[in-house]
């Protein structure tokens, strides 16, 4: 693995920071452990993984793609990395990422955008772009990546890789860099559905350091690997194959539901309301949380100071406006605004109703059904450049994954074809909240 980062990585920039020494030592280590007959029933032992620059890492860069971290070392480990090291994995690199998750593209790096490795002249998706790009380029067996709006699932589609978002409070969030706290989560982009449920396995859990930590009934998600879908309901919502979705990845799409109808499930178009109301909601709230998150970034406690300053004051202002790039400040921004007095009702408390009434529908459609397929992107990977000077254009292409976690759901995106333009495509199924054992199911049925 290290020796194909060594080939590829100039081309791709996947890692931001490889951590070969280190992933030596621990390569040996967990060898004694298994010539000791340790870890005999850990299927990640020595298994290679890559990990989202967000994620904290004990001694090593996390960054978060910025320049406001771009020296920090955390003095901890996030639960989801130890969690990993009990299971016998090995860190081989922390990976690129848009700046503190914000986007979809990998273009707002600090360190410069991740290339796709199917196209070099397209994107592979964000804001985890260079956790999926490092896994569709065998740069690392598999990554973790976190998911506010889609950025496990988008990137894993535009990069013919597979990516879970599990149930909010199903992974614990400790030492995982907060961008908006309500929706973040952590999973695996790997190359099958196998291997995502068997790192989920290894990540899930209980966990005290995280208050919105959920304990589930079962973690026996391997299980759930059978080739079964007979009997299934799963329901299409209409508004998910509507204007501005691109026909090639919609009739992949239903070419992936006909195979799970000739499996033996039972397939259903049907209405839900306000698929149109989730962007802006998601806007609203991430932005929102985001601008309370990023206070903690002012050049005194951790990562970049400005060199040069006067007062207090000064280093506040002059560090946050030389350390975070354009996008993250216009999050702050719209964050700050609508979280201002006279505009909090307008703007966030709308918006956390449009979230109550996006909950209701899931849960009324999942009366009838038990998952939801539709596409995970409206297109296939965009060309390099194509949304960095228009954010509205970016932000729409996130139709189809924010309301997952604005209702705190679970979701997968896996490979079910390839575009006119050599483009992978990802559908995307969705669960009803902690029933990942059926999603993992449908999705492996698929495969
Ligand atoms: N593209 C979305 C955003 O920019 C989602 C990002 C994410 O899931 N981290 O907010």
Known sequence: QLEKIKERDS???CYVTVMEEEALKRAAEVQKQIDAGELKDSPLAGVPVAIKDN?????VLTTCSSKILNNFKPPYDATVIEKL????????GKVNMDEFAMGSTTETSYFGPTKNPWNTERVPGGSSGGAAAAVAAEEAWYALGSDTGGSIRQPSSFCGVTGLKPTYGSVSRYGLIAYASSLDQ????????????????????????DSTSVKMDDY?????????????????????LGEGLDPEVKEAVLAAAKTLEAKGAIVEMFDMDMVDYAIPAYYVIASAEAS?????????????RTPDFEDLQDVYKKTRDEGFGMEVKRRMMIGAFVLSSGYYDAYYIKALQVKAL???????AFAKYDIILGPTAPTTALKMGENLSDPLKMYLGDIYTVSVNLAGLPGISLPCGIDSSGLPIGVQMIGQAFSEKTLIRAAYSLE
Do not use: M, Q, W
Request: glycine share 12%; with cysteine.
């Open 186 to 209: 952590i999973g695996p982009i790997a190359r099958n559905v196998s291997d995502c449920a068997a790192v989920f396995e290894a990540i899930a859990g209980y966990d005290a350091k």
């Open 220 to 240: 026996h998600f391997t299980e759930a690997l059978v080739d079964d879908v007979k009997g299934l309901r799963i329901g299409i919502p209409k508004g998910y």
């Open 292 to 304: 309370s998150n990023l206070s903690r970034f002012d050049g005194v406690k951790y990562g970049y």
């Open 11 to 13: 081309v791709y920039n």
């Open 85 to 92: 090291e009990a299971a016998g994995a090995v860190i081989i």
């Open 358 to 364: 996006i909950k209701k529908g899931f849960d009324d």
């Open 55 to 59: 994620i904290c890492t004990k001694g």
